[in-house]
């Protein structure tokens, strides 16, 4: 029996989506792809607010960390974790033996623009790498905040995991002066995982060009000419062109404001619910749209909740590495409705006899 979704990723896709999936292939250098490839780089900037270079990857978002990492700096980068993903930014540069310093943020707090003015007042770094949605602790951080200190430095360049939230809240990447903006399509876009996508500025581009070792698969330089193409870098899931094509219609259609109310209002309903019945993990200001991260001061058995709740045809998440089992997640993000919430939220009162 399939289980619905409410975990921070993969999340629930449509019918109609997933069908899209099953259309046959094309080649991937064909009209028929690049036209495809066309309509969805043009659906993606509509998204973004947007003229500029879309990257379209298949790979996890992981991936293009990777490529950001590996194409983004000529000097140092400043990493600012407040969560395991913010994490990962620094894991990718010392694998990839690139230059970083980390300006972490206690767990479950946002981070702070002063301090972020503060470690690029020093001139040691031209590339900052920031976590914008932490699913491992619900956290979302002040992006135009950020952004607008980073802009007060002109050779920094800001580059932005909006994993889980692009798709949920409307960014514009323009107006918000980011460089690169990054997400796989399996979260709030609510389409099948094995892909992501990318908005950067040409200044990107420019830099990757003076920037040795820049591998191969993810070379941004061979990125831009593919988009330059509308076409993969290589090969492609054509797969997921189709299905992708379809999922932004959709979302176009229900428009980003509509979107991102919708999912404000998830979000608030969750956070009601686990005020009272429980504890928010996040500080007060920063909790994220897309899930709620909540403490488990019951100190209820997480795995058992989620084997009950499978009878009931749904699943929600743990709490991630470090706060496994002291925290758990209800996401609420893509094509999740309020009614499929309350529903949730009901059955979970019910086992664990919290009804009122």
Known sequence: ???KLFIPGPTEVRPDVRAAMATPPV????EEATV???????RLQTLLHTRGPIFLSTSSSTGLMEGVVLNGSTKRFLSVPCGAFGERWLDICRACGREVDAMPVEWGHAVRPEALREKLASNRYDAVLLTHNETSTGILNPLPELAAVVREFDDVFLFVDAVS????VDLDFEALGLDGL???VQKALAAPPGFAVMAVTPRVIDRARRVENRGFYFDFVRHFAAYEKRQGVTTPSTSHLFALDLQLERILEETMPAREARHRAMAERVRAWARERFALYPEEGHQSITLTCIRNTREVDIAALNRELAKRGVVIGNGYGKLKNQTFRIAHMGEIRLDEIEELLGWIDEILGMKQ
């Open 1 to 3: 029996m399939h289980r």
């Open 27 to 30: 080649g991937h250098r064909s």
């Open 36 to 42: 495809v490839g066309e309509r969805i780089i043009g």
């Open 165 to 168: 939230s692009m798709g949920a």
């Open 182 to 184: 990054l997400a796989g």
